[in-house]
């Protein structure tokens, strides 16, 4: 892998963005890092547990390996087209197709406002109850509109928060691996257990379902693309800060799956829904109960204001490339924050909080991102023959076609259920797509 040269001026200088590039390498990073490791990683280990019993290191290592196959294309793709709307922007010039284009970025778009919208239910959950106990719903509705209030104030603002925000859900994980490592230490733990098997299922079946659980807890990293408009130098400092994210958050999941196994049998992982938290109190090392309670709202409150950033940018550019009503294209004039997109992502997010089932929303998220994946790892080898003129990451061909055939996998696990909701919002975008190209069509019809 290595970056191509266009033969004329670079990225960077073509700066013709409406929106604020103050995003550095730096802050990229931990955009990206803090919204791949996310809350899920708090509730995956007991799940992973119950398929593959102690190799919980295992199917995380393999997640891992796939997430890198389609960041290596997201990587030649968004420096080689540096501009909000990510995947559409890609499939646009892929298929020349406005409707496949459309539906590639509506899958994007929808997958971003369901995941908030789980997001928020999981905040007002258990763990917001830890600390007041009132009704799930508003609690939500209420958190999605400080989310919003902190998007629309600047993009450099709501960096600073995840900065913040990343390094305390960081914390979490790296307390979880110290508490272990001084456990065992002390003549505590188990390390056989890290090569125990699920009893009466084989390994190979088993780590396929172990799988496509961690692969959720990697979904997250590709809604950098929709933020690069606001990266300073985004040809160097995009694929550093995309796979160097990656790698450290498959490094932390490895060493918390590994502590995870040593600290507790399986049997008892699998039946937590705190299990990170059961792993800190099986050491014995005295680490106050409410503190996980904290690090996980503020995980899910990071991963929230990350899915919002992505979703609202993603309406903007949308809107910039005709495929969404100008509307959405409207800029703050001080603040230069995209405000009726962001208003609009979190008005469908607040009222996707009262369908109320978290699972369905999340499965759905996956599904969704899943066919996004495939567009732009077919995008990569369709427009190899589309020469840009400046320098871009460039990505070996094995990898978008690896890439392919991982997406593709896992989309033959997904419910029937999940299909069928997925199918529904695509359909829903269709019909906003078709009521788009009549209200334009007549736009631009001469008066009579």
Known sequence: ??????????????????????????????????????????????????????????????????????????????????????????????????????????????????????????????????????????????????????????????????????????????????????????????????????????????????????????????????????????????PRALFGSLLVAGAVYVLVGLASAIALPAEELSGSTGPLLDVVEATGVAVPSWLFSLIALIAVANGALLTMIMASRLAYGMADGGLLPSVFGRVLPNRRTPWVAIIATTAVAMALTLLGDLAMLAETVVLLLLFVFLSANVSVLVLRRDHVEHDHFRVWTIVPVLGIASCILLLTQQDGAVWLFGGALLALGAVLYAITRMTRRRREEPAD
């Open 1 to 238: 892998m290595r970056a191509e040269s266009g033969g004329g001026v670079s990225a960077e200088t073509t700066d013709d963005t409406r929106l604020r590039r103050g995003i550095t390498g730096p802050l990229l990073f931990v955009f990206i890092l803090g919204d791949v490791l996310g809350a899920g990683i708090y509730a995956l280990m007991g799940v992973l547990a119950g398929e593959v019993g102690g190799l919980l290191w295992a199917p995380l290592l393999i997640a891992l390996a796939l997430a890198l196959l389609t960041a290596g294309s997201y990587a030649e793709l968004v420096t080689k087209y540096p501009k909000a709307g990510g995947a559409a922007v890609f499939a646009e010039r892929a298929f020349r197709n406005p409707l496949v284009s459309f539906l590639v970025g509506f899958s994007m778009l929808a997958a971003g406002i369901v995941s908030a919208a789980g997001l928020a239910l999981a905040f007002a959950g258990d763990y917001f109850r830890t600390f007041l106990d009132v009704p799930t719903v508003p609690v939500a509705i209420v958190f999605l509109a400080v989310v919003a209030a902190l998007n629309a104030r600047g993009i450099r603002e709501s960096m600073s928060a995840n900065l913040v925000m990343t390094a305390i859900e960081l914390s979490g994980l790296v307390i979880v691996v110290v508490v272990v490592a001084v456990f065992l230490a002390g003549g505590g733990g188990d390390v056989s257990r890290v090569l125990q098997p699920p009893p009466d299922t084989a390994v190979p079946l088993a780590l396929l379902g172990g799988v496509i659980i961690a692969y959720y807890s990697f979904v997250g990293f590709e809604t950098s693309a929709n933020v690069i408009e606001e990266v300073r130098d985004p040809r160097r400092s995009y």
